[in-house]
């Protein structure tokens, strides 16, 4: 009876896990849609957001990834994510990152989310929001965040992959104090993004809900002490 119940156990967590997997699959090829479908954005022009466009062309050459789209979201929070498919990506900031930050601070930040798109860290982290948004309040949730897929779980268990990506956005612009000085800004600001949920939280530059994160994450403070600078 034991043995028929541990099997039975057994069995629904198989089909379960297999069911999260093949919904992954499915949907992987929109995954970045169906994440940025949850915020209100604009796309960036250069009337009215050159400054992004400009160092975007610039860290795009430098980099050799290709040119993503540029989203902005209306906000007072000062955060920004990428997004990336096998054959696109896309990069969303807020309004007040873009507004507040000088050219060098700016810099630094966007260099740290082309280097997402570049490692495969946005990819991975957008079918992880995939997963995220359909399942981290469900009864499945815990079988979807252990057992998606391999690139995920590489991803939610390098805890220290912002620490690895910041010093990789450094090495693109060559100037440290940049993104510290961006880092010690953002963590003044209004921590609200609006529509920002718990399986995106870990997209963000900064989580926007880390107490409850589909993946570990290293404290603002701990990144800038990092840099050294």
């Not at 963000?204 to 994450?217: K, M």
């Amino acid at each position: 009876m034991v043995a028929l119940g541990w099997v039975t156990w057994f069995v629904l967590v198989m089909v379960a896990t297999l069911a999260v997997m093949a919904i992954v699959s499915l949907l992987a090829g929109r995954a970045d849609e169906r994440v940025l479908s949850q915020f209100r954005t604009t796309e960036a022009t250069e009337a009215s957001e050159g400054r992004f466009l400009n160092l975007i062309e610039n860290l795009s050459l430098s980099s050799g990834v290709p040119e993503p789209t540029l989203l902005v979201i209306n906000s007072q929070a000062m955060n920004g994510f990428a997004v990336a498919t096998k054959d696109r990506a896309a990069l969303v900031v807020t309004s007040s990152l873009l507004s507040e930050l000088e050219l060098v601070e700016l810099e630094g930040v966007l260099a740290a989310l082309i280097v997402r798109i570049k490692s495969g860290d946005a990819a991975a982290a957008t079918e992880a929001a995939l997963i995220g948004q359909r399942f981290i309040d469900s009864s499945l949730g815990a079988i979807a965040k252990s057992s998606a897929s391999k690139r995920i779980l590489a991803l939610v268990d390098a805890a220290e992959r912002e620490l690895v990506l910041d010093q990789a956005a450094v090495s693109l612009t060559r100037y440290p104090p940049g993104l510290s000085r961006a880092l010690r800004k953002i963590s003044k600001a209004p921590a609200d993004v609006p529509n920002a949920s718990k399986g995106t939280s870990h997209l963000w530059l900064v989580p926007t809900h880390p107490g409850d994160s589909i993946v570990p994450f290293v404290e603002l403070e701990t990144r800038i002490d990092a840099l050294g600078v």
